[in-house]
């Protein structure tokens, strides 16, 4: 096994110390709220180094699995959104509240659920290379699911300019660099070796992230600590039924069970990380929006560990192909 098949057996493990490590050092250390600012760079790398794993042959590949990416994109954009209008009825009244939880559920997961699902036996090369269309797919719906689940609320709260820089810093920012990084490791020596050494990156740069984000966001999360108690159990029902919802819809679609599994992981994992920096621009965001969206990374990355497990053993060793 070689580092990087390590780093990604044991990702949990390193991603829970990241996030006890970031506490401890907060709370010992004076000012850890400048790291803010460390948040979208941190980000934009991690996003890089996930893209950079997509090679462009199966990029197209996910486009030509049709029946893929179909399910992948009604199971995480009309299949979770009725399932979040379900559960809504059982949150606060309080519209940031309410945001914080539709910020973080109604955005598929698009980093660490590739690790995640290849340990789970599921296609995750095919998820891998849809998860461009999936990071473009929610910034460009989640306003209008907001707008849909809050109304003028969303319009008083979430403002256009986060989305805009989103797009352009998470999004065609990281895959331009990534593809100029393939095209050099297809024609240089020098390229290849560092293609290999950047492909190490995924686990310890999404730990990077979880680091300054619990770092900076842990001085005001003490305020807040009342707001993620009353969200964590909703955020709890939400992962024992969403990896169900999407395996049963794969099925009804005959994928096979590989690719079932992948659609599985991914209704079940959301992109808490990525979604942060909107919620921050939020006006009076801060303490209560980043507690939620943390305590669903908590919440998912316990999920994550009977995922792997469970997840793995559905549909036993059907290969049949899918469309």
Request: hydrophobic share 60%; with cysteine; charged share 10%.
């Amino acid at each position: 096994m070689n580092l990087g098949e390590r780093l990604e057996q044991h990702q949990v493990i390193i991603y829970f110390t990241s996030v006890i490590t970031a506490a401890a050092f907060a709370s010992l250390v004076p000012g850890t709220r400048v790291l803010e600012a460390a948040i979208n760079p941190a980000l934009a790398l991690m996003l890089f180094v996930t893209f950079l794993q997509v090679p462009l042959a199966d990029l197209g590949s996910g486009f030509t699995r049709i029946r893929f990416m179909g399910v992948l994109l009604l199971s995480n954009f009309v299949l979770v959104p009725l399932w979040v209008a379900f559960l809504t009825p059982f949150l606060p009244p309080e519209p940031v509240l309410q945001l914080g939880v539709l910020f973080v559920l109604l955005t598929p997961c698009i980093d660490y659920v590739v690790t995640f699902s290849r340990i789970g036996r599921a296609d995750a090369r095919l998820l891998l290379a849809c998860t461009p269309v999936l990071l473009i797919a929610q910034m460009l719906l989640l306003p209008v699911y907001l707008d849909m689940f809050l109304g003028d609320a969303a319009a008083d709260l979430v403002q256009p300019e986060p989305f805009v820089t989103a797009l352009l810093s998470l999004i065609a920012l990281p895959l331009t660099l990534a593809a100029l990084f393939q095209a050099w490791a297809s024609r240089s020596m020098a390229g290849a070796r560092t293609f290999a050494q950047l492909s190490l990156l995924p686990v310890p740069a999404t730990a990077l992230v979880l680091f300054i984000v619990v770092a900076a966001m842990v001085p005001q999360i003490g305020l807040a600590v009342d707001a993620a108690l009353r969200v964590a159990p909703l955020y709890v029902v939400f992962a024992i039924v969403a990896p169900w919802l999407g395996w049963t819809l794969a099925g009804l679609f005959r994928l096979d069970a590989p690719a079932r599994r992948a659609v599985a992981f991914s209704t079940a994992t959301r992109n808490s990380l990525v979604v942060l920096p909107l919620a921050l621009a939020v006006p009076g965001a801060m303490p209560v929006l980043p507690a939620i969206i943390v305590t669903q990374t908590l919440v998912e990355l316990v999920a994550s560990l009977i995922y792997m497990r469970v997840i793995a053993q559905l549909g036993g060793s059907r290969n049949q192909r899918s469309a």
